[in-house]
């Protein structure tokens, strides 16, 4: 069992910069692909970034890429999305996700445990 807990979300002008943490419990970290997905007001959560298990380059939605990196450090069981150039359409409830030895995936259903999200609002 993973448990997932999501930090660093906020309130920030556009053309600023965040980092989301999402912190996992458990002793086989490394052995979770991980993913980032967000959900906005009124709309369906969405696939934002995610990385295999092994490790490997991310991969970003096309909304993202350019302006987000998703790392992961398994010495600290920890996976990190940084939130860079954000805009207004960047505010959401940013999750993360676990996904036992997956490749990491842009479908939500693949991911086995959730955290409970950070709000990141970017005002105009």
């Known amino acids: 069992q993973v448990q997932l807990v999501e930090s660093g979300g906020g309130l920030v002008q556009a053309g600023g910069s965040l980092r989301l943490s999402c912190a996992a419990s458990g002793r086989t970290f490394s052995s979770y692909a991980m993913g980032w997905f967000r959900q906005a007001p009124g709309k369906e959560r969405e696939f934002v970034a995610a990385i295999s298990w092994r490790g490997g380059a991310p991969f970003y939605a096309d909304s993202v890429k350019g302006r987000f990196t998703l790392s992961r450090d398994n010495a600290n069981n920890t996976v990190y999305l940084q939130m860079n150039s954000l805009n207004p359409s960047d505010t959401a409830v940013y999750y993360c996700?676990?996904?036992?030895?997956?490749?990491?995936?842009?479908?939500?259903?693949?991911?086995?445990?959730w955290g409970q999200g950070t709000q990141v609002t970017v005002s105009s």
């Open positions: 996700a676990a996904d036992f030895q997956g490749s990491g995936s842009r479908a939500q259903y693949v991911y086995d445990y």
